[in-house]
Nanobody, 121 residues
Framework: VQLQASGGGLVQTGGSLRLSCAVS????????IHWFRQAPGKEREFVAA????????WVAGSVEGRFTISRDNAEKTVYLQMNSLKPEDTAVYYC???????????????WGQGTQVTVSS
């Protein structure tokens, strides 16, 4: 499976961005899709995940209530809507695919390239 993340950019504190992850490959609909992020000098961390059907979602406590993950299987795209952005949300955001939902980046099966999100104060 291949993943292509897009939608990053520069935004002011309190602003919004929507990241997209285009998923391709014959078995792409068999994977839970995740978003992780990595800030400079920090370890990659889990942000959100969505099940194959889109019926279940998981969101990290640090972004709960501000970020929403959704999935359009017809378009083979997963979205991460990010609202009320804070400077501490600044990071490279990666989408990833795994047969299960995992908070541990070291166990993820497939990674896409990252997209930079910068939140200015």
């Amino acid at each position: 499976v291949q993943l292509q993340a897009s939608g990053g950019g520069l935004v002011q504190t309190g602003g919004s961005l929507r990241l997209s992850c285009a998923v391709s490959g014959r078995t792409s609909d068999m994977y839970n899709i995740h978003w992780f992020r990595q800030a400079p000098g920090k370890e990659r961390e889990f942000v959100a995940a969505i099940s194959r059907s889109g019926g279940s979602t998981w969101v990290a406590g640090s972004v709960e209530g501000r970020f929403t993950i959704s999935r359009d299987n017809a378009e083979k795209t997963v979205y991460l809507q990010m609202n009320s952005l804070k400077p501490e949300d600044t990071a490279v955001y990666y989408c990833a695919a795994d047969p299960t939902t995992t908070y541990d980046y070291s166990t993820i099966a497939f990674w896409g390239q990252g997209t930079q999100v910068t939140v200015s104060s």
